[in-house]
């Protein structure tokens, strides 16, 4: 069985380590030899060179010493003993230093020749006052005193050399030392070149062969097959890698034709659905999309395009990153036309109406999202007709309306000599005039508000003022429904605050009414003004009945255009009556204002609860 790779990398990296490290040791060991030798012929010749030195100074001290007694210096024998003692002194350093047998000859020969000079200055000193005294010193005395300080030099020339053969084999064996490491080094590189070139034809090139495979793979082609020959790590990769490709292979042939009967269904279903559908991959580019879509944004735009290239509005753009992202978005509430975008058609401008679908698990587990595009240029086209009949019909109504009510009027002045039934119906029918002229003006204000003229008229408004006012309008219509009406009016309510009266007096009138149709027979309708928390200040009123309650789906939808909650419960009285816009007006002509209206439950979670904030426009509302 061949050798793993984990096995190949230990041995080549051991090889290389191995090499490395007995050519340090070597040159480690050689350099400490050479270091060793040359240090002790150093310290030797050193050693030698100070007692050669020592004893000739010695000599010559001794020899000065003989002159003295040569001239008749009485100190001369003192003088002489005392520098022959330090001949003696710095003699036995140097016998102590030529420890080899030549050297041991070399002392000897010293030794003698000091002892023939001592001899030859003893036999002079002995004879001293003689005439011709000088003259056997420099016969007798002085050679032998040259032939001592000769012996001397020819010891310190011995050790001199002996230091120059130390040098000379210090540099041969460094010369030496030099080449086998370079053969060392030479043949580690060559080793090195070796492994690696294997390793790359064992390694590398099988990698090679694997991304070919996988790339071949990835635009399709499951025949591809990798050659195997080793039995390492990689020839099993190898292996696995073509088992996998046959099974996919497989796989493809035995699923093809079901993959494609599921694409077709899908591109059938997308074909057959009404409204434009574009699907959009994690990365944000288009996957599909219906002939539909193609036609209302443009064919030639789906060929490999980002979302972003579309003609969308930056509110769609958000809401398909959220989807993409996987965060929930909202759904356009049915009916709601605003939200509509203007797309140029073939012959007129089409509009659309947006909704992003998170697709969870696209791809790689990442979420992709289907973009559904609903035309309703239709629906749009018949809101802006209806808003113009409402428009018109409110405009001609208006003035046979003001007629009717002041014939009322007038009749009512001389209504005393008619019988009590024709009093009663003179008074239903002119409040049913006065119903009629508040509906009536609420579709004006509509038609002002689509049209962007709403105006208010900003005065100085008291919230109790405000809810009496009110009141005093509506309390016989509860009367004659039997329900009760109630006030519940705080003791810091602020000063009076910046608003359009008239217009206040409306929005809580029509949620009154509101709170009126939906209350049965001996329920309960309480108003209650509070101070108003937050930096702005200002007051809260809110208006809670024990009515039938309104679903928490439907509490944010009531606000809507047209909007009538009888429609969707099946349990809702039929004969309750309303043009759905009351509430409409009430949140616009709030939000005019600055402040805010929301819907909640009821005390005790039973009827409903319509709660407005009016802010205080001098502690920071916003006029």
Known sequence: MRAGL???FLLAGAMLVLTTVASGLWSAILFDRMSREVGRALADTQDVTGATAELALALEREDDALLLGLAGDPEAPAVLAREREGVAMALPRIEALLSRPDEREMAKALRRAIEAYRIAGDGLMSSSGQQDAI????RDVNPALRSAVAEVGRVREHHAESTRHAAA????EATRATGIVTLISLAAFVLSVVVALHLARVIVWPLKELTRGVEAMRQGDFEHRLRHTSGDELGRLAEGFNRMAENLAEFRRSNLGEVMRARDTLEATLEALPDAVVVIDPEGFVSSANEKARLLLGAARFHSVHFTALPLTPQVRESLQATLRGEPTQTPAEGDLSRAIHIPGTNEERQLLPRAVVVPGFSAGRPGA?????DVTDWVRLNETRVELVAVASHELRTPLTTLRMTLLMLREGASGL??????LLATALLGVEQLSTTIDEFLDLTRLEAGQLRLTWDRVDAASLVGQTLRTLRPRCEEAGVSLQVALAQDLPGAFRGDSARLQSVLSNILTNALKYTPRGGVITVSA???QGPTGGVELAVTDTGVGIPEEYRERIFEKFFRVEHYLASADEGVKGSGIGLYLARQIVEAHGGSIRCEP?????GTTIAMVLPDHRNGGVE
């Open 530 to 532: 509070t101070r108003a």
């Open 169 to 172: 084999w210090a540099r041969d």
């Open 419 to 424: 019988l009590p039934r024709q009093q009663d």
């Open 6 to 8: 984990r096995t190949r």
């Open 370 to 374: 289907v973009l559904v595009l609903s």
């Open 135 to 138: 003259a056997r010193y420099h």
């Open 602 to 606: 009821g005390a005790l979670g039973q």
